[in-house]
Structures are given as C-alpha cells and as structure tokens.
C-alpha cells in the first residue's frame, strides 16, 4: 500500500504562483509508479491535471493547465511536484495526486488532498 501525502496549498491571488509536493508517507518508494495531479472543485467531478511517467520523460497535461503548470518528480527523494504559475480563479479545487502501475489502467493510491484558492 503506497501512503501519499499531499502539501503545499494555501490562498493565493490571481497570478501567483505555488508548488505542490507529494510524498509517500512511508518512505515506500515511487520508482515503480506512475503519477498524477487531479483536482475537484466544489460542487464538479475529479478531473485530470497532469501526469508523469516512471522514469519523469514523459508528461501529459490537460488543456486547462497547459503552458502554465509543470509535474515533475524526484524518485531518489520519492517526492512528486506540481509547480503551478499564472494562478487563476477556476483553479481553485481540492488537488490530489495519485499513483498506479504500469499493469493497471487506473489510479489506484491517492492523497487526502490539499486546498488550493485563488482569489480574483
């Protein structure tokens, strides 16, 4: 059982940046994961942000965030990012992140979630 934990959200102006980090609460290692960001505002379903294969080569980014935000992660320190610039309103939501296997389609280990609000 993979135990993610999410930090780094907080209230923010439009504009502002902020980075996500997510670590697994064990010290399990996330080599053999790959991961992601998803956020639910209230009110809306979960949906996609971004995410990384194992080896971080790899990134997919929904439309939403594209050229704004950044996933990045760190196996040597198992630490997942989500560096997040140009902050806007419609980006306020509860962020999560999550990990899953190569054997399996869906994310199966996900984080409490941390809030993030941008005001206007």
């Known amino acids: 059982q993979v135990q993610l934990v999410e930090s780094g959200g907080g209230l923010v102006q439009a504009g502002d940046s902020l980075r996500l980090s997510c670590a697994t609460a064990?010290?399990?290692?996330?080599?053999?994961?790959?991961m992601g960001w998803f956020r639910q505002a209230p009110g809306k379903d979960r949906e996609f942000v971004a995410s990384i294969d194992r080896s971080g080569q790899g990134t997919n980014y929904a439309d939403s965030v594209k050229g704004r935000f950044t996933i990045s992660r760190d196996n040597a320190k198992g630490t997942l990012y989500l560096q997040m610039n140009s902050l806007k309103p419609e980006d306020t939501a509860v962020y999560y992140c999550a990990a899953k296997t190569v054997l399996t389609a869906s994310y199966m280990h996900w984080g409490q979630g941390t809030q993030i609000t941008v005001s206007s």
């Open positions: 064990t010290r399990t290692s996330i080599r053999t994961y790959h």
